[in-house]
Nanobody, 121 residues
Framework: VQLVESVGGLVQPGGSLRLSCAAS????????MSWYRQGPGKERQWVAG????????YYADSVKGRFTISRDNVKKTVYLQMNSLEPEDTDVYYC???????????????WGQGTQVTVSS
């Protein structure tokens, strides 16, 4: 399994950023996928999940209405569109296949390198 997140970046509060994650799992289209984030000294938190066919999406309360998860099964890529970013969104973001309720539980112990998102003026 390989999970490769795109480069994040520095954005001002209120700004937007789109993350992508390419997965080298041949059965990508059959797996729910999720985004997670982790700050220094904190546990990794689930952010958003999407079903295999994109029919259902789920969000943590902290990002609901601001973030949108989507996927392209042909490209084996999952996206996270982040709008109205806040300083509290500053974290390293990761993707993983997920299962269980809202696909919160990561399927693989392996994690990619993650991508740093910094929201600051």
């Amino acid at each position: 399994v390989q999970l490769v997140e795109s480069v994040g970046g520095l954005v001002q509060p209120g700004g937007s950023l789109r993350l992508s994650c390419a997965a080298s799992v041949f059965t990508f289209s059959t797996y729910g996928m999720s985004w997670y984030r982790q700050g220094p000294g904190k546990e990794r938190q689930w952010v958003a999940g999407i079903s295999s066919g994109s029919m259902n999406t789920y969000y943590a309360d902290s990002v609901k209405g601001r973030f949108t998860i989507s996927r392209d099964n042909v490209k084996k890529t999952v996206y996270l569109q982040m709008n109205s970013l806040e300083p509290e969104d500053t974290d390293v973001y990761y993707c993983n296949a997920g299962y269980g309720s809202a696909y919160r539980t990561p399927r693989y112990d392996y994690w990619g390198q993650g991508t740093q998102v910094t929201v600051s003026s």
